[in-house]
């Protein structure tokens, strides 16, 4: 079932975002070569803790961290562990979920570590346009395939990278994975018509070579690339308005300017 938030719960989940966003901001100061992901872990746990947020994440589904902490060719769900120690030219991604007061809002970044590589900054270029490119279709009386399918055209037509097709975006709010999920493919005018208060994550997950993922690693989680190459994930939670898409993770006002909500 699709629920739209009433303005209260809105205004609420852009209270957790806020919390979010900040906790990137935060580990844009301690991401550097030499640290292990554990350090991020932490990070994030101390952060929450003193904005009386809670890390989602733990305990969802067996899940023990805050942060799902996937590098280079790990598309997504990696574990942060205190052996991996970053170095110059790593491709990170952190993704992770916030519940403030029981209003949700899920959030992942990718991070260039130390000094990086053309094929890096390019991969990291492509796929935050095309989470925002995503974003400019989550228009009242659009459809999910119009959402995928502009994502889809840009990196894989435009650019020749893979569209991860095994993990989608989702429903969020009350719940951490709520309808409609929201796919980063497809065709436009197909699909769910998209109504104002629905909020939910547009999360493309793009590699730089094949789309297909792996997902046989031990741990039961973590994803893959099935080439090896390197894999980049931008994330928002997001509500739709009369008023167009307005982003509630957002680390950055003047580049999203636009996508702000009113107060």
Not at 68 to 83: A, L, M, Q, T, W
Not at 159 to 168: A, H, I, M, P, T
Not at 220 to 238: F, I, N, P
């Amino acid at each position: 079932m699709i629920t739209l938030k009433s303005p209260r719960e809105i205004k609420e989940m852009a209270k957790s975002g806020a919390i979010l966003a900040g906790m990137h901001r935060g580990l844009r100061k301690i991401i550097k070569p030499g640290i292990s992901s554990w350090e991020i872990e932490l990070f994030a746990r101390k952060y929450y803790k003193e904005h009386d947020a809670i890390a989602a994440q733990i305990g969802f589904e067996g899940y023990k961290y805050a942060t799902c902490v996937s590098i280079n060719d790990e598309i997504c769900h990696g574990f942060p562990r205190k052996n991996l120690i970053l170095k110059d030219g790593d491709l990170l991604k952190v993704d992770t979920v916030v519940d403030y007061h029981g209003a949700m809002s899920d959030s992942c970044w990718s991070y260039a570590v130390g000094k990086s590589t053309p094929e890096v900054d390019k991969l990291m270029a492509v796929t935050k346009k095309a989470l925002y490119l995503g974003i400019d279709q989550a228009q009242v009386g659009n459809r999910l395939g119009d959402i995928g399918a502009a994502i889809q055209h840009y990196t894989e037509d435009e650019n020749g990278y893979g569209d991860v097709r095994e993990f989608v975006g989702h429903g969020i709010g009350p719940t951490m994975h709520e309808s409609p999920n929201v796919p980063h493919y497809g065709e436009a005018g197909h699909g769910l018509r998209l109504r104002a208060g629905m909020t939910i994550t547009i999360e493309p997950m793009i590699n730089a070579g094949t789309w297909k993922a792996e997902m046989d690693d031990p741990n039961g989680w973590t994803a893959r690339t099935a080439d090896g190459s390197l894999s980049c994930q931008y994330e928002h939670t997001l509500v739709i308005t009369d008023d167009g898409p307005k982003i509630l993770t957002s680390q950055d006002s003047e580049f999203d300017q636009k996508y702000l909500l009113n107060d």
